[in-house]
């Protein structure tokens, strides 16, 4: 069979199989492509986070601990009622919720892994600074896990990789090595990595202002709180188009456009 043939087995039998690999992302019904099973991301991610329950310092902040925990646990119920109210498959389903506040100041995040475990930094809350702030940014962590984010990025990193090999053997003919190796990647992250990364905060950006709505938080809060975030990081972020996130300018115009629309279009819970 000569290479031409040959591609063309390879790219038909691989169209059938990513066809059948592609779903919709909840609420905005984005096309994803997501080839990695849902319960292996979940297992390996459990298993991290008890890793990091053991290396981190937790705080011995039980109050905050515990508002962080009533915030999750209203986003758990108003989520899984949405859902099954507009008979919908439930994609927190499987979800083994758990919460944890990391006693770092210096560290200025939190996040949510695939399977719903949930990690806050006490630096972050000098930005979050009240209850619906902090529901913002649980709420959009939150959607990363909900949207399955994870998934899609790690097929994609499984995508990537079958193209690296399809260009090395059937098109060069040999290995990428040095130079070569080193401006495919550059391409291959500014092309295709990075946009994709952005499209996924801002998707968690809307559906993390939606989760936080029908919870019954104030959505304008989000806003702020990322006008509080800009004027933290005003020294060291970087142009939109490095990045991985959006600009925070961006996220708050795009809150700030997005909150009637949410409020018209999902009820409280």
Wanted: aromatic letters at 8%; proline letters at 3%; one cysteine or more.
């Amino acid at each position: 069979m000569n290479r031409r043939k040959f591609l063309t087995s390879v790219c038909g039998s691989c169209c059938g199989f990513f066809l059948t690999s592609c779903t919709t992302a909840p609420i905005t019904e984005r096309r994803q492509f997501k080839i990695i099973p849902e319960a292996k991301l979940n297992a390996q991610a459990a298993q991290i986070y008890e890793k990091i329950k053991e290396k981190e310092k937790m705080s011995d902040d039980k109050n905050k601990l515990n508002e962080i925990i009533q915030i999750g646990k209203k986003m758990e119920e108003s989520i899984s009622k949405y859902f099954d109210s507009n008979n919908i498959q439930d994609p927190t389903i499987n979800f083994d919720w758990e919460y944890i506040l990391i006693d770092n100041k210096k560290i200025k995040n939190a996040w949510c892994m695939p399977g719903g475990k949930i990690a806050v930094y006490t630096g972050i809350l000098d930005v979050t600074k009240n209850t619906d702030g902090l529901a913002a940014v649980m709420g959009h962590e939150i959607a990363h896990a909900v949207a399955r984010h994870g998934s899609e990025r790690a097929s994609q990193g499984v995508l990537l990789d079958i193209g690296t090999m399809a260009l090395e053997k059937l098109i060069l003919g040999q290995s990428l090595s040095g130079d070569s190796r080193r401006l495919y990647e550059y391409f291959a992250n500014f092309g295709v990595m990075l946009p994709f990364s952005r499209g996924h905060e801002t998707e968690a950006d809307y559906l993390g202002l939606v989760f936080m709505h029908i919870a019954g938080y104030e959505m304008e809060e989000a806003a702020r709180m990322w006008q509080r975030m800009n004027k933290d990081n005003s020294n060291s972020q970087p142009p939109e188009f490095l990045s991985t996130h959006p600009s925070n300018k961006t996220r708050i115009e795009n809150i700030r456009k997005w909150i009637p629309e949410v409020k018209k279009k999902f009820k409280l819970s």
